[in-house]
C-alpha cells in the first residue's frame, strides 16, 4: 500500500482562523492525507493567513521566505496559502513569493484539497471568490468534521463577515458583510457535536450578537439561538465570542442569565474609555451606554467574569484620554484584557490618520501602564475565588508540570491542580477547591469527580 501523503497547517491570527484550520484539517484527512509529525517534511503545508495586525504580514512572508530552499530542494513539495491576508493580497502573494503553489481567499476553504490536486497539472493557482460558495461550504458540515485538539469541546462559527466599519479594522473589506448561517444548521450541528461526544461549543462570529438579522427582519436571532443550543442534550457549555457592545441587548442577557448551559463568561470589547476616541473608532457606543450594559449582564448574570480589548495609540489619541481609558478600566474591574498596540491596516481610515499617528515610545509608555492596572484587577478578581469550589472541565496534563492537570472553570478561568486521581482524563467534570490566585490562573486542588469523560462516538469521515 501507497504510504499516504502528510500536510501541515500553520495558522496566524483569531480562534475564527483556528477553527477554519481546523475545519482544513478535517477535509485533508477526508482526502486521505494524514497530519505530518515534522511541519518541514510534509508534502503539502498550508498557510491560514490573518490580516489583522501588521505583524502577521511579517510572519506570513518570512515563513514562506523560509521554505524557499525547501521547496527547491523537494519541488514535489506543495505551499498553499489561504485565509485574510490571501483574501486581501491575491495575486500579490505569487509575486512575492512565486514558489507558491495554491492561493485560497476565506469563501473557498472547502476548495482547498481540489485546487492541491488541479496545481500538480496546471501550476500555481489563485483562487479568490468575492463572496462565499454556499454549496461548497454547506457540504463541507462546518465543525462536525473538524480535526480538533479536544474532543469534548468544539467551535461552530454562526457567521461570516461584519457589517460594522470600525476605523482601524479591516475585516469588513476583506470578509465582506454579515451572513449568518441557518439557524436550523446550526442547531443540528450541535446536535451532531454533541452525539459525537462534544459538551462544551464555542459559538464563534465578529459580531455574534447581530447574528441572524440578515436572516429575518425581526432583528437578530442571538438570544433564541443561545436557547436553542442551550436546549441540545448533552451540551453542558456554551460559550460565545464578540458581541459588540452596541448590539449587546436585554434579551441576550437574558438569555445568558437563564440557559443553564450558558456560561458565566462576557468578552465584551472596550477598546477605549475615551468618549472621543471611541467615536473617531466609529465603536458606536459611548464609555456611559459600555458601563450600563456591562452593569446589566453583571446584575442579572451570577458571578459574571468580564473579560475585553483594548487598543493602546488610536491616532489622536492624547495623554489625557488615555487617562480616561486606565480610569474606566480600573472602575470596571475586567477579569482579564487582550490588549493591542495601534498598528494602521493598509485600506483603513485609521491608517490615513497619519498626521495623528502617537509616537511609538508614547505608545509603549502607556501600554505598560495599561497592562499594570489590568495585571491588578485579573489578580484581585482570581484571589477573590480563593476558597470556592469550581466547577472544571478537565482539559488533560498540565503544559508545564505532568504531575498536575489543567482545565477551565466555568467562568473560562485556566486552573491547575495535582493529579490526585488516576481516573481523571481530559473530558471528566470535576469540581474543584480554588487554593491560591495568580494574573493568568488560578491553583487549586481536587475535591469529587462529577462524570467521566462522555463517550466518543466516531462520525463517519467526509464524503465516505
Ligand atoms: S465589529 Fe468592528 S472590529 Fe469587529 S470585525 Fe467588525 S469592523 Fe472589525
Known amino acids: ?55 502577521a504580514d511579517l510572519k506570513l512572508y518570512s515563513a514562506l521566505g523560509q521554505l524557499k530552499a525547501l521547496k527547491e530542494q523537494r519541488p514535489e513539495m506543495q505551499i498553499a496559502v489561504g485565509g485574510c491576508m490571501a483574501q486581501k493580497d491575491r495575486g500579490e502573494i505569487l509575486a512575492r513569493a512565486a514558489w507558491v503553489d495554491v492561493v485560497f481567499g476565506t469563501h473557498n476553504l472547502a476548495s482547498a484539497p481540489s485546487l492541491l490536486k488541479r496545481s500538480r497539472l496546471e501550476g500555481p493557482l489563485v483562487e ?20 480538533r485538539e479536544l474532543d469534548f469541546a468544539a467551535w ?46 464555542t459559538v464563534l462570529g465578529q459580531n455574534v450578537n447581530s447574528y441572524g438579522r440578515d436572516i429575518t427582519k425581526r432583528g437578530p436571532l442571538f438570544a433564541q439561538l443561545l436557547r436553542a443550543l442551550g436546549d441540545v442534550e448533552g451540551i453542558e457549555r ?19 442569565a437563564q440557559t443553564e448551559a450558558v456560561c458565566n463568561q462576557l468578552h465584551l470589547p472596550l477598546q477605549s474609555g475615551s468618549n472621543r476616541v471611541l467615536a473617531a473608532m466609529r465603536r458606536g457606543y459611548s464609555v456611559e451606554r459600555y458601563l450600563q450594559r456591562l452593569s446589566d449582564a453583571r446584575e442579572a448574570i451570577e458571578d459574571l467574569a468580564v473579560t475585553t480589548d483594548l487598543i493602546v495609540g488610536f491616532p489622536g489619541e492624547s495623554d489625557a484620554e488615555f487617562d480616561e481609558t486606565l480610569a474606566v478600566v480600573a472602575a470596571a474591574e475586567f477579569d482579564s484584557a487582550y490588549t493591542f498596540i495601534f498598528s494602521p491596516r493598509p485600506g483603513t481610515r485609521a491608517a490615513a490618520m497619519t498626521n495623528d499617528f502617537v509616537a511609538s515610545d508614547v505608545i509603549k509608555e502607556r501600554f505598560e501602564r495599561l497592562k499594570a492596572v ?26 508545564r508540570n505532568d504531575a498536575m492537570l489543567s482545565g477551565r472553570t466555568r467562568q473560562g478561568k485556566l486552573i ?49
Do not use: W
Request: glycine share 6%; aromatic share 4%.
Open 1 to 55: 500500500m501507497a504510504t499516504p501523503k502528510t500536510f501541515a497547517i500553520r495558522t496566524f491570527g483569531c480562534q475564527m482562523n483556528e477553527h477554519d484550520s481546523e475545519r482544513l484539517a478535517g477535509l485533508m484527512v477526508a482526502d486521505g492525507l494524514v497530519r505530518a509529525t515534522n511541519d518541514d517534511e510534509a508534502d503539502v503545508i498550508i498557510f491560514n493567513t490573518c490580516t489583522i495586525r501588521e505583524n
Open 128 to 147: 479568490i471568490l468575492d463572496a462565499p460558495d454556499p454549496e461548497a461550504n454547506r457540504e463541507m458540515a462546518p465543525a462536525l468534521y473538524a480535526v
Open 156 to 201: 461552530i462559527t454562526i457567521q461570516t463577515g461584519c457589517d460594522n466599519s470600525c476605523a482601524f479594522c479591516i475585516v469588513p473589506s476583506v470578509r465582506g458583510g454579515e451572513i449568518s448561517r441557518p439557524f436550523d444548521d446550526l442547531v443540528e450541528e450541535a446536535t451532531m457535536l454533541a452525539r459525537s461526544g462534544v459538551s462544551e461549543i
Open 238 to 256: 456554551i460559550r460565545f465570542t464578540s458581541p459588540h457592545p452596541k448590539d449587546l441587548r436585554p434579551e441576550t442577557i437574558a438569555a445568558m
Open 374 to 399: 489590568l495585571d491588578r484587577s485579573a489578580l484581585r478578581r482570581h484571589e477573590a475565588r480563593v476558597g470556592r469550589r469550581e466547577e472544571v472541565l478537565v482539559e488533560g496534563t498540565s503544559r
Open 416 to 464: 491547575h491542580f495535582p493529579v490526585t486521581d488516576e481516573s481523571l482524563r481530559a473530558g471528566s467534570l470535576a469540581l474543584v477547591d480554588v487554593v491560591h490566585g495568580a494574573p493568568y490562573h488560578l491553583l487549586g486542588e481536587f475535591s469529587s469527580l462529577v462524570r467521566a469523560p462522555r463517550h466518543r462516538v466516531r462520525i463517519p469521515l467526509l464524503h465516505s
